[in-house]
């Protein structure tokens, strides 16, 4: 390989990490919110999940909540359903002015897919035994990341620095960025620091905080407007207010974010994980109650 073929190759796998950072919280992050969210579905939406669901899942929605990062290469048009970009330093979200992918199609960010994938659930779900255009299965699983993906605060961030991609910072010793840090870092550290690097006791941990220090919140968390099945519009509100007040700030190119932004910031993502997994429950219960209605009938 000549010098320009590695060149080539070194912008490819650059991009490849950046493309790699706007997709959404980690691995972990999006299994802690489907795990949290399993245990508020009611028996028929348990039911109607786990019939829908692909066999590599074996039973268990939070198997298959990290797939549509995994696909993204695959399913090229998918990767601008992962976020919505808002214009730089207005701390606000606005679905007409900001949900569209960079051509300007509109509808295509993450809070028009979250309606889009709801509509082809909700279409199917009244009579189920009906023939449905919508490959149900992939439904599911990108509206359960999705609904994930909306509750991290940078990716309800500012265009001109995608999300955060593009803020190179230390996190402790590792380079990284401030879009990663926030999907993948925080969550690394705290299973480091606070839960012996094990997954089921942070979900533990998360699971008793909503039983006991949320608990006054969590009916607010789950509600939606009248009528509404799904309302991704006020979590992506909350996101980018979040992405004002705590990522984005103390977080300038170039610096090294320690303990500090560690402590204060883990408490925000503990909390938007839980609301996720609220929501996705009760978005799920939504849908499918319905289908459990005309059962009881
Ligand atoms: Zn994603």
Redo the contacts with the bound molecule.
């Keep these: 390989m000549g010098v320009s073929g590695l060149l080539w190759t070194v912008r490819v796998l650059v991009l490849l990490q950046l493309v790699t950072g706007i ?3 980690g691995k972990e992050g999006h299994y802690v919110i489907c795990k949290i969210a399993e245990g508020y579905l009611t028996a028929g939406a348990l039911a109607a999940v786990k019939e829908l669901l692909p066999e590599s899942a074996q039973g268990d929605l939070a198997n298959v909540c990290s797939w ?2 995994e696909i993204r290469f695959h399913y090229h048009w998918s990767s601008a359903l ?1 976020y919505v970009d808002t214009p730089d330093f207005r701390c606000n979200y606005e679905y007409c002015r900001d949900c569209h992918d960079s051509a300007g199609r509109k509808d295509r960010c993450v809070t028009g897919a979250i309606y889009n994938y709801t509509y082809q659930l909700s279409s199917a779900y009244p009579n189920s035994n009906s023939f449905s255009d919508y490959n149900l299965t992939e439904a599911l699983m990108f509206l359960s ?1 999705f609904i994930g ?1 909306v509750h991290q605060p940078l990716h309800v961030g500012f265009l001109g620095d995608l999300g955060g991609n593009t803020i190179q910072v230390r996190w402790y010793r590792r380079k990284s960025n401030l879009h990663h840090v926030w999907d993948t870092m925080i969550i690394e550290s705290a299973l480091k620091t606070f839960y012996s690097s094990d997954l089921a006791t942070m979900i533990q941990a998360i699971q008793n905080n909503i039983t006991e220090n949320w608990s006054n919140q969590e009916p607010l968390w789950e509600h939606c407007g009248r009528n509404q099945t799904v309302c991704p519009n006020p979590y992506a509100s909350e996101s980018v207010s979040l992405a004002c007040k705590f990522a984005y700030r103390n977080a300038t190119p170039g610096s090294t974010l320690e303990d500090d932004y560690f402590l204060s910031r883990l408490p925000v993502v503990e909390k938007r994980l839980a609301q996720a997994g609220i929501r996705l429950a009760a978005t799920l219960n939504r849908i499918f109650a319905s289908q459990i209605e005309i059962a009881q009938a």
């Design positions: 997709l959404g919280w549509p990062d992962h990341h993906d």
